[in-house]
């Protein structure tokens, strides 16, 4: 049997490249609290991502809880429940109600046509994702918040790097969270960040991901520790000056898994979208009609240890925990796609050999 082939493979420098970046922490002992590493990350992602202000945080998960805290959304929120549980579980874990909007047949990302009608007098902002790097509508949105004074939180877990029309998909929005995970294009093993261009916002985020301390005694807000070590900031560092290499590497696996199964009758792939210059995050297939179902397709490969993921089902607003919290709204199109889209393997080091057995035993 052929070595495992999972769904994703962190991307990681030469061990020798990052013992040499911590090397200098067993001189200072400086692990944590927002020390050099980290700060020169926060540095260096400003200017990859080209955005005024960066702030990091241990995970992208609770940079999204703490965008939502800094921007004090109240009551309602519009968002999509295809997605990973983080999106959904920051918003009810902040004390909001998610109000889920349908996505697009096309992209996975929201569906603008239908945010104007679940406004309410209680919604105060929107939180779109865009899943797969795929990029949501952003002048819509930017349409739609502007009209009704909305905010505007991008799920950016999967869009590191993306660029719209040459804007980094890092200023649209009040605040864009970005995640760092072992799974994600850039990782700083766990790690996540907020890109803002509000300046004011930066003392907030940093006040709320250490405990509430404004200065030494003096605590103003009741607020948890979500701060970026120095040995996450040091992967980051390394990994960066690999990216850009990174993503063209992934390139090349998604433009040989559009060649191999472009043209098949029941297999439907995300179409690039205009204006966007893709990182290739995931690789989403949606099975509509083939020969086999999704969940068969799912078992062949793993027969042939090739693990392929059911990202994004089931929808988090069928999540066990959210049954009878609050009124469920129906999402047709993203329960249709959740039903049939498995995420191929997808990773810079996967040959294209690996490819072309994967898709064989797809069409097989
Ligand atoms: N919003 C969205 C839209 C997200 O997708 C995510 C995270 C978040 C927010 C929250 O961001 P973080 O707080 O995580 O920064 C994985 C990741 O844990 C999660 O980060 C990611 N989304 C989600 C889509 O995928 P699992 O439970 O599927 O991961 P797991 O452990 O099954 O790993 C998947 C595959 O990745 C493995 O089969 C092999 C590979 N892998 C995994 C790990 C842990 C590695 O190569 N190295 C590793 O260290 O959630």
């Known amino acids: ?119 309410t007098e209680k919604t105060s902002a929107i939180i779109p994702v865009h899943v797969y790097g795929n990029i949501c509508n952003v002048n819509e949105i930017e349409r739609i918040a502007k009209k009704h004074n909305l905010k505007v939180i991008y799920d950016a877990a999967h869009a590191f790097g993306v660029t719209v029309n040459g804007e980094s998909v890092a200023n649209y929005g009040d605040a864009s969270m970005f995640s760092f995970h072992a799974t994600k294009v850039f990782n700083t093993i766990e790690g996540g960040a907020i890109a803002f261009k ?56 998604f433009k040989k ?21 893709s990182n290739y995050a995931y690789f989403p ?10 969940d068969v397709v799912l078992e062949k490969l793993s027969n042939e240890n090739i693990y392929a993921r059911k990202y994004f089902y089931p929808l988090t607003s069928e999540f066990i925990c959210y049954q009878d919290s609050f009124k469920i709204q129906e999402t047709p199109i993203a329960s249709y796609i959740a039903d049939r889209v498995l995420t191929l393997p997808l990773f810079s080091d996967l040959s294209l050999e690996e490819v072309e057995r994967i898709c064989e035993i797809i069409k097989k």
């Not at 960066?54 to 997605?83: D, K, M, R």
């Not at 297939?285 to 999704?294: G, L």
């Open 257 to 277: 898994y559009i060649e191999l199964l472009g043209d098949i009758k029941g297999i439907k792939l995300s179409e690039p979208q205009d204006g966007i210059n």
């Open 198 to 253: 509000d300046s004011d916002l930066k003392d907030t985020l940093n006040v709320l991901k250490n405990f509430g301390i404004t200065s030494q005694g003096s605590i103003d807000y009741v607020a948890g520790n979500a701060k970026m070590n120095e040995f996450q900031a040091a992967m980051g560092l390394c990994n960066l000056n690999y990216v850009d290499e990174e993503i063209e590497k992934r390139k090349k696996v």
């Open 285 to 294: 297939v949606v099975f509509d009609d083939y020969k086999y179902n999704r």
């Open 1 to 119: 049997m052929k070595n495992p082939i999972q769904v994703t493979r962190s991307s990681m420098p030469m061990f020798e490249e990052y013992i040499e970046e911590i090397r200098d922490l067993w001189d200072s002992h400086w692990l944590t609290n927002m020390g050099i590493k980290h700060n020169q990350l926060e540095k260096q992602l400003r200017d990859y991502l080209m955005v005024p202000n960066v702030s990091l945080f241990t995970n992208g998960h609770l940079a999204l809880e703490i965008a939502i805290e800094a921007l004090e959304l109240t009551g309602e929120v519009i968002t999509t429940p295809f997605t990973f549980a983080s999106t959904t579980h920051a918003i009810v874990r902040k004390g909001l109600t998610p109000v889920f909007c349908d996505i697009n047949p096309e992209d996975y990302t929201i569906q603008t046509e239908s945010i104007e009608e679940l406004i």
